[in-house]
């Protein structure tokens, strides 16, 4: 089945410490992104990329860092700079394509990250 | 000004009624409207799409644009318990070859029996 998979689903971290999580998927889908959200909130963009090797910061990029060496992924790195980095991380795909259903968003099954 | 605004709710409905949901956006640019779904805990799922204004409507739900005033709603017939969830309204905006989808924070929506 086409999906998109994230993993870790928990983690936890120390302050100071830099994580990775992983997003990859088998839909054939030209753009991905990322977003984080917070308790009882809407989602925010943390970066997206519409083709290999090209990516673009969203709005609230500090602290984070991605990138896009093959089209199936799109690992996001949460970095010891991200002040308040507790929240739920959501990545997504969409068909880049025109037409019905461009830009429909495919959503992960998302990564709880705890900060101790 | 936030790009896409929603009524954060919560908002109730008895069952059977009619909800709706609203959402403003700023940037006249924006190409594409969606409306998502999201259960506590869970990812976003699609409830609809909207490319041009006017009504679209699928089963119980219509998405209404209007581009000249910035403001796209959803519908909601016949409310059943089980549309008890948070409404997020989700806006392209067209950054040259990329597409920037972002979100409102979010509606509330609780089905009272």
């Known amino acids: 089945d086409g999906g998109i998979t994230q993993s870790p689903k928990y983690l936890f971290r120390k302050e100071g410490q830099n994580v990775t999580l992983s997003c990859e998927q088998n839909?054939?889908?030209?753009?991905m992104y990322w977003y984080r959200q917070d308790p009882g909130q809407g989602l925010r963009l943390i970066y997206y990329s519409q083709i290999v090797n090209d990516f673009q910061k969203g709005d609230i990029a500090e602290g984070y860092s991605v990138s896009r060496e093959k089209k199936e992924s799109f690992p996001l790195t949460v970095t010891s700079a991200q002040k308040n980095p507790t929240a739920f991380y959501l990545c997504?795909?969409?068909?880049?394509?025109?037409?019905?259903?461009?830009?429909?968003?495919?959503f992960g099954a998302g990564s709880r990250l705890t900060v101790l | 000004q936030k790009e896409v605004e929603q009524n954060s709710g919560p908002l109730s409905v008895p069952e059977g009624a009619i909800a709706s949901l609203n959402c403003t956006y700023s940037?006249?640019?924006?190409?594409?409207f969606f409306w998502y779904r999201q259960y506590s805990g869970k990812s976003p799922e699609l409830i609809m799409s909207i490319y041009s204004n006017g009504d679209k409507e699928d089963g119980r739900f219509t998405a209404q644009l209007n581009k000249a005033s910035q403001y796209v709603s959803l519908l909601i017939r016949d409310s059943q318990p089980s549309d008890s969830a948070t409404y997020l309204c989700a806006v392209n905006q067209k950054r040259s070859s990329a597409s920037k989808i972002i979100f409102g924070s979010g509606t509330r929506l609780s089905i009272r029996p």
């Open positions: 839909l054939n889908h030209d753009a």
């Open positions: 997504a795909s969409a068909s880049g394509t025109g037409g019905a259903g461009a830009n429909v968003l495919t």
């Open positions: 940037d006249r640019g924006s190409q594409s």
